[in-house]
C-alpha cells in the first residue's frame, strides 16, 4: 500500500462526496442558528446568527438531555459490568463448560430480534413489578440493547490474551478474581473503551424503549422529547433543530475522540 | 494452576486416605478443574440470567401473548383467555395485511439494494489511499452514529412541502416541489431514501474492512497478467468480498425489516398507512390499542419472516458463525 497519499482528483471527489452524503447534518446546524419562527424558508448559510432557537431548546429540552444522559451512563455501567466478566468467561476457552458453547450463538441470535418483540414481551413484565416510568426499568432495557454485542466485542479481544500471563498471576497466589481484575481488565481496556462506546450510544439513541416503556412523562430522554416535539410543534423549526444539534453532541464527540474504538466495533461486531 | 494444585493436594491429603500419589495427583486435577470451571459459570452466569429476563423471557411471553387475548382489561383483572390462532388469523385476514407486508417489501428490498450498491461504491472508492481519506472515511460516519429520531426530524425539515430545502431546490430549477412525507405516493419512497442515508455508512464500513483483508499481491498478479479495472473487480474483488457481502446483506436486512424509529419519526405510519410496516403497526396494536395479543402475533411474524429469510440468505451465502465476527 502506498503510503504517501497525495491531493488527487480522488481528494477532491471524496470531499465532494463528503459533503453531499453530510448536507443532511449541515442543514440542521444551519437550520439551527436561523431563529426565525417567520421566515418560511432557511437561507444556506447562517450569516445572522440568532440563537433563540438554542434558548428555547435548553429552556425546554435541558431536563430530557439530562435524563438522556442518566439513562445512558447508567446502560453503559450495567453493560460493562455484566459484559466483560461474561466475556472473560467465555474467552476462557481451555476451560470449557458444557453447552457454553450454545450462550454464544444465542447471544448471536438475540442480535436478530426486532426490538418491537422485546418491547411487546417486556411491557408487561414491566408493569407487573413497577418498573415502568422508572429509571433503573429504562436503564436496564438500554444496557440489554448492548449487552450481548458487548460481550461478543470484549471476547474477541479476551480470547488473544496470552495465556502465560494468566498463569504467571495465578501462580503468584491471585485467585481468578484477582486474575480477572489485576490482569485481563487492564489488558482490555482498549476493547472495554470501544464497548463502553457502542453501550453508550446504542442508550443514547435508543427510542423504541423510552417510547414504549414510559408513558407519564417521569422518565422522558431526549428521543421521546424529540419525537413528541416532532409532531408538537413543526412551526418552531430553529428550536427543534438546535435540540438536534444538542442531542448529535455525543455522537459527533465520540466520533472524534474515539474514532479508532468506532471504527474497531464497526467492524469487528457489526450491528444496528 | 501450580499454586491451585498445591492447594487442593493439600486438601485430598488432610483427607488421610491411602491412594497412590499418582491418582491424588489426578482426582486433584479434577478438582482444580471443577473449580475452574465454576469460576468460569460465575463470570458468565450474570450475563446469562439477564439474557434470560431481557431476550428469552420476552421471546417466550410473546409467544404466550399472541394466543390470548391480551388486552387492557388483563393489565386490570389479570385474566388474558386463551384464543388459539385467532390473534394470528385476524391480523392475516385484516385488509391492511397486505398493504404491511408490501410496505414492509418493498421498504426493506428497495432500502437494501440501492444502500449496498452505493456503500460498495464508496468502500470501492476509499480502497486506494487518498490524502484526507481515512478522515473523510469517518466523518461519512457520522449519519450512521446520530439517534434516529434526530435524523428523522432533520430529514422532515429538508422534506417539508412548503419551506423544506429540497422543494427549495427543485423550484429553483423550475421543478414542482414534491408532497414527501405528506401525499401517500410519494411517502413510503421517502422513507426508503432516509433509511438508506442512514445505512450507508454501515454498509461502506464493513464492505471497506472486506476490501482491505484483501491481500494487494492478487492484485498485482492479476494485473501482470493484464486483469485490472472491472476484470480485477469481477475476477479477484467480488469472489474474494463475497462472504463479506453476505453478512451485510444479512444483517443489513435483519436491521431494515424490523425499523420503527424512522417511520414513526417522519411519518408516522401514514399519511393513510401509506408507510405502515409489520413493526409499525405491530407497535400501533400493542402500545396505541393496548391490544397485546394482536400486537405480539403480528411482530412474531416479523420475527418469523426475519429469520426464514436471514437464514436463506445465510444458506445461500456462508455458514452462520461469520456474524460472531
Known amino acids: 500500500m502506498e503510503t504517501t497519499a497525495r491531493v488527487t482528483p480522488r481528494t477532491v471527489i471524496g470531499i465532494v462526496l463528503a459533503i453531499f452524503l453530510l448536507f443532511p447534518v449541515y442543514w440542521m446546524v444551519n437550520s439551527s442558528l436561523q431563529g426565525n419562527e417567520n421566515l418560511l424558508e432557511t437561507t444556506w448559510f447562517p450569516f445572522d446568527i440568532d440563537l433563540r432557537g438554542y434558548q428555547l431548546a435548553i429552556e425546554s429540552q435541558l431536563p430530557h438531555l439530562v435524563t438522556s444522559l442518566i439513562v445512558s451512563l447508567g446502560a453503559v455501567i450495567v453493560c460493562l459490568a455484566i459484559a466483560a466478566p461474561a466475556a472473560y468467561g467465555l474467552s476462557r476457552v481451555n476451560i470449557p463448560i458444557p453447552g457454553i458453547g450454545l450462550f454464544v450463538i444465542a447471544l448471536v441470535i438475540t442480535q436478530m430480534i426486532p426490538g418491537i418483540v422485546i418491547a411487546n414481551g417486556l411491557f408487561p413484565i414491566y408493569n407487573s413489578v413497577g418498573l415502568v416510568n422508572t429509571y433503573p426499568g429504562l436503564i436496564l432495557a438500554d444496557a440489554s440493547h448492548g449487552i450481548p454485542f458487548c460481550i461478543l466485542l470484549i471476547r474477541a479481544f479476551m480470547v488473544n490474551i496470552p495465556s502465560s500471563l494468566v498463569e504467571a498471576a495465578r501462580i503468584d497466589g491471585a485467585n481468578e478474581f484477582r486474575v480477572f481484575t489485576s490482569i485481563v481488565l487492564p489488558i482490555s481496556r482498549n476493547s472495554l473503551a470501544t464497548a463502553a462506546v457502542f453501550a453508550f450510544l446504542f442508550a443514547w439513541s435508543d427510542f423504541l424503549f423510552a417510547l414504549t416503556l414510559t408513558s407519564t412523562g417521569d422518565v422522558v430522554p431526549i428521543t421521546l422529547s424529540m419525537y413528541q416535539f416532532v409532531g408538537a410543534h413543526t412551526q418552531s423549526w430553529a428550536a427543534l433543530m438546535a435540540t438536534a444539534t444538542l442531542a448529535s453532541i455525543p455522537a459527533a464527540f465520540l466520533l472524534i475522540v474515539a474514532q479508532k474504538y468506532i471504527a474497531s466495533g464497526v467492524t469487528g461486531g457489526a450491528v444496528k | ?325
Open chain 2, 1 to 325: 494452576m501450580d499454586a491451585d494444585v498445591a492447594v487442593a493436594s493439600g486438601a485430598t491429603g488432610a483427607g488421610g486416605d491411602s491412594d497412590t500419589k499418582a491418582a491424588a495427583h489426578a482426582a486433584s486435577g479434577r478438582a482444580v478443574r471443577r473449580r475452574q470451571q465454576l469460576a468460569t459459570l460465575l463470570f458468565i452466569a450474570p450475563a446469562i440470567v439477564f439474557v434470560a429476563i431481557f431476550f428469552a423471557v420476552p421471546v417466550v411471553n410473546n409467544i404466550i401473548m399472541s394466543f390470548q387475548e391480551f388486552t387492557t382489561a388483563t393489565f386490570y383483572t389479570g385474566e388474558a383467555p386463551w384464543v388459539g390462532l385467532q390473534n394470528y388469523i385476524d391480523v392475516v385476514l385484516d385488509p391492511l395485511f397486505a398493504r404491511l407486508t408490501w410496505n414492509t417489501g418493498i421498504f426493506t428490498f428497495a432500502s437494501l439494494t440501492v444502500t449496498f450498491f452505493i456503500g460498495l461504491g464508496l468502500a470501492l472508492f476509499f480502497d486506494k489511499t487518498f490524502r484526507l481519506s481515512g478522515l473523510l472515511r469517518s466523518l461519512l460516519l457520522l449519519p450512521w452514529l446520530l439517534p434516529l429520531v434526530i435524523s428523522a426530524a432533520v430529514w422532515r425539515r429538508m422534506m417539508d412541502e412548503g419551506s423544506g430545502i429540497i422543494n427549495q431546490i427543485l423550484r429553483a430549477i423550475g421543478l414542482n416541489g414534491v408532497p414527501w412525507l405528506t401525499s401517500p405516493d410519494v411517502a413510503l419512497a421517502s422513507v426508503v431514501i432516509v433509511n438508506i442515508w442512514i445505512g450507508i455508512p454501515f454498509v461502506m464500513v464493513i464492505l471497506y474492512g472486506g476490501l482491505q483483508e484483501i491481500p494487494r499481491e492478487f492484485y498485482e498478479a492479476a494485473a501482470l497478467d493484464g486483469a485490472t479495472g472491472w476484470r480485477a473487480f469481477w475476477f479477484i474483488t467480488w469472489p474474494l468480498l463475497r462472504p463479506v457481502v453476505v453478512v451485510v446483506l444479512t444483517l443489513g436486512f435483519i436491521y431494515t425489516i424490523r425499523a420503527l424509529d424512522i417511520v414513526l419519526a417522519l411519518t408516522g405510519g401514514g399519511p393513510a398507512n401509506a408507510t405502515q410496516t409489520y413493526a409499525t403497526e405491530a407497535y400501533q396494536l400493542s402500545f396505541i390499542g393496548f391490544d397485546f395479543g394482536h400486537g405480539a402475533a403480528l411482530s412474531n411474524i416479523l420475527i418469523i419472516v426475519s429469520l426464514v429469510v436471514a437464514g436463506l440468505q445465510l444458506r445461500v451465502g456462508r455458514r452462520p458463525n461469520d456474524l460472531a465476527g
